[in-house]
Nanobody, 124 residues
Framework: QVQLVESGGGLVQAGGSLRLSCAAS????????MGWFRHAPGKEREFVAA????????SYGDSVKGRFTISRDYAANTVSLQMDSLKPEDTAVYYC?????????????????WGQGTQVTVSS
């Protein structure tokens, strides 16, 4: 059973940066595809970024391309999301997720394990 814990959320002004981390306990994440999603009030959960288990291939949602960067540390069993040039519309709860499929998965139902989420608030 994979357990995921996000950290790094907070309040930041527009144009600022935050770095989210996702720490895993239980089995290693080495063979899992990892993703970040976000959920803002009144909206559906949105795909943010994904990274494959092999090769470090990455994929991003259109709204964050060029501003966010996903990465993973196999030794530390963590996945990070560097968020730059933040906008008020990036305000949401951000979730880390793990998929045994291993690839770049933009759909929520591709992921078996989810963290509890961390709040990111961007003020204008």
């Amino acid at each position: 059973q994979v357990q995921l814990v996000e950290s790094g959320g907070g309040l930041v002004q527009a144009g600022g940066s935050l770095r989210l981390s996702c720490a895993a306990s239980g089995p290693t994440l080495r063979s899992y595809g990892m993703g970040w999603f976000r959920h803002a009030p009144g909206k559906e959960r949105e795909f943010v970024a994904a990274i494959s288990w092999i090769g470090g291939l990455t994929s991003y949602g259109d709204s964050v391309k060029g501003r966010f960067t996903i990465s993973r540390d196999y030794a530390a069993n963590t996945v990070s999301l560097q968020m730059d040039s933040l906008k008020p519309e990036d305000t949401a709860v951000y979730y880390c997720a793990a998929s045994s499929g291993g690839g770049l998965n933009p759909r929520t139902h591709d992921y078996e394990y989810w963290g509890q989420g961390t709040q990111v608030t961007v003020s204008s």
